[in-house]
Structure formats: structure tokens, C-alpha cells
């Protein structure tokens, strides 16, 4: 079974850095799209930035220029690296993640999503 692991959420001041990480533990036979969601109390779940299978990462406007995402292949790993954060970035920060796997009866394509890691930002 295919969970998404993250790691490196925290408590961070207004303008300092901070990265995330994301793998899947499990058997996979790829990884089609992988990125990072985020929700605030009170607000739905937003994206933050995904980079799909033809290699281009969309971001939101609100993170363009401070946030990047990044993936090692060969680990099958996603990060984001915040930078000049906001306390408006403050929120839980998922990640997702389109899997093929191998199945009985032929390839599964599941989404996934990681538990979540809270992001919190002080001004």
C-alpha cells in the first residue's frame, strides 16, 4: 500500500525559509503528478504548486517568486522550498501525489495524499 511521507513543516519567522519534503513509501510504478497543496483554518484547500508529467510546475500567484518546488527523480521526492514566508502562508501543507501501480488485474492510477504538516508563520 502507497502512503505519501512528509517532512520538515514547523514554526517559522515572517521572512525566514523553510522545506518541505514528500516520498511515497511503498511499490510504484510512477509517479504521473506530484506537488503541494495547502489549507488555513476557516478556507478551503488551495494549490500551492504542481508539477505535472509534462514537466512544467504551475504555481499559485501568491507563491510565485518566494516558493519553489523541486523533485529528485531518482528518489522519487518532492520539496518546497519557501522562501521570504508570509503569515499568510500559515496552514497545513499537503502533498499529492498521481501513482501507477502495479496491480492484479493490470495498472492502477491513484491520487494520493500525504497527512500534512503544519506550516506556521510569525510576524
Known amino acids: 500500500q502507497v502512503h505519501l511521507v512528509e517532512s520538515g513543516g514547523g514554526l517559522v519567522q515572517a521572512g525566514g525559509s523553510l522545506r518541505l519534503s514528500c516520498a511515497p513509501s511503498?511499490?510504484?510504478?510512477?509517479?504521473?503528478?506530484m506537488g503541494w497543496y495547502r489549507q488555513a483554518p476557516g478556507n478551503l484547500r488551495e494549490l500551492v504548486a504542481v508539477?505535472?508529467?509534462?514537466?512544467?510546475?504551475n504555481y499559485a500567484d501568491s507563491v510565485k517568486g518566494r516558493f519553489t518546488m523541486s523533485r529528485d527523480n531518482a528518489k522519487n521526492t518532492v520539496y518546497l522550498q519557501m522562501n521570504n514566508v508570509k503569515p499568510e502562508d500559515t496552514a497545513v501543507y499537503y502533498c499529492?501525489?498521481?501513482?501507477?501501480?502495479?496491480?492484479?488485474?493490470?495498472?492502477?492510477?491513484?491520487?494520493?495524499w500525504g497527512q500534512g504538516t503544519q506550516v506556521t508563520v510569525f510576524s
Open positions: 499529492y501525489a498521481r501513482i501507477s501501480t502495479r496491480e492484479d488485474l493490470g495498472v492502477s492510477i491513484t491520487d494520493y
Open positions: 511503498g511499490s510504484i510504478l510512477r509517479i504521473n503528478e
Open positions: 508539477d505535472s508529467s509534462d514537466g512544467i510546475t
